[in-house]
């Protein structure tokens, strides 16, 4: 590729010995059995509360995604007050609480709260102090309240060609509004000339047009610049 403007010529700089800076992964499969591995240790070390926390239903940002649901950060505080706890008391019993979020959709207010009645519904709190009965330890809260997205029902009907097209009725009405633009440039022209030669108007006057909603009224304003 040709270099244009006057410009100094680039100076490539490939001796930077790449060699010494190359990463490898070879313990890849090693990685993955370590990671198993602490998933597990973790899992014995707290049973049996879960390895993860209840997560809220949100909308997916931009318009593009917004008509997905998907797992977000934590539940608003206005949505944990609304289920019967406060922030403080959840975080506890392994609800994630984001203060910062705000709620702007009612449908999606009443869905997680409703989802945090469900989950207080299904906890068992077993006192720290005390013997813990035995209980079945459940791995992970997303698996057990998962997010299932909403479904619409499309209703189906015969196709019917009435014979308008849509883009025709655009295309008249964009012309007819051009043609009235038009005839009212036409029609202010014609009388600023009428005026002129009705009281032989000098160069230094000027006309102020008001208009309303009805019809145009002139008004001839003298005017020394």
Known sequence: MAISKNLPILKNHFRKHWQERVKVHFDQAGKKVSRRNARA???????????????????????????????????????????????????????????????????????????????????????????????????????????????TDVETRAVEDNGESAFRTLRLARSERNTEVLEKRELRIRLKLKLKRRNRVSPNQKFIFISTNTHFRYFFVHCII
């Open 41 to 151: 240790a973790k899992a014995a070390k707290i049973a049996p509360r879960p390895l993860d926390l209840l997560r809220p239903v949100v909308r997916a940002p931009t318009v593009r995604y917004n008509r997905k649901v998907r797992a977000g950060r934590g539940f608003s505080l206005a949505e944990v007050k609304a289920a019967g706890l406060t922030a403080a008391y959840a975080r506890t019993i392994g609800i994630a609480v984001d203060h910062r979020r705000q709620n702007t959709n009612q449908e999606i207010f009443e869905l997680n709260v409703q989802r945090l009645k469900e989950y207080q519904s299904k906890i068992i709190v077993f006192p720290r102090n005390g013997k813990a009965p035995e209980a079945e330890q459940v791995l992970s809260a997303a698996a057990t309240f998962p997010i299932a997205q909403p479904t």
